[in-house]
């Protein structure tokens, strides 16, 4: 059975840089699409970045896009999101999720929203704060 765990969250300056990481354990990641999201307090879930399971389609939100790269090493079973430029408004726990793109299709191709990820993380915080 497919786990997520993230990692790499704390607490930096604005104009500083944060790479979280997404390992999975039980499977391989080879077939799935991954998603960020994250929550800020008081807020929805939003959707931050996707990558499809090959590597071959990225997307990212409007509010990240130029600073945050997302990227994946199949062989390590694992996705990164580089954040840079951390604004305070990047504040929020950070969330990665899966989904089985070779049964599901591309979440990526379109607007990737929180639903159609079946398999989730439990977060980690990213504070950004002078």
């Known amino acids: 059975q497919l786990q997520l765990v993230e990692s790499g969250g704390g607490l930096v300056q604005p104009g500083r840089s944060l790479r979280l990481s997404c390992a999975a354990s039980?499977?391989?990641?080879?077939?799935?699409?991954i998603g960020w999201f994250r929550q800020a307090p008081g807020k929805e879930r939003e959707g931050v970045s996707c990558?499809?399971?090959?590597?071959?389609?990225?997307k990212y939100a409007d509010s990240v896009k130029g600073r945050f790269t997302i990227s994946r090493d199949n062989a390590k079973n694992t996705v990164y999101l580089q954040m840079n430029s951390l604004k305070p408004e990047d504040t929020a726990v950070y969330y990665c999720?899966?989904?089985?793109?070779?049964?599901?299709?591309?979440?990526?191709?379109?607007?990737?929203?929180?639903?159609?990820?079946?398999?989730w993380g439990q977060g980690t915080q990213a504070t950004v704060s002078s």
């Open positions: 990558i499809s399971r090959g590597g071959g389609i990225t």
């Open positions: 039980g499977v391989t990641l080879d077939d799935y699409a």
């Open positions: 999720a899966a989904l089985n793109q070779a049964l599901y299709g591309n979440p990526c191709a379109g607007t990737f929203v929180r639903s159609e990820f079946h398999t």
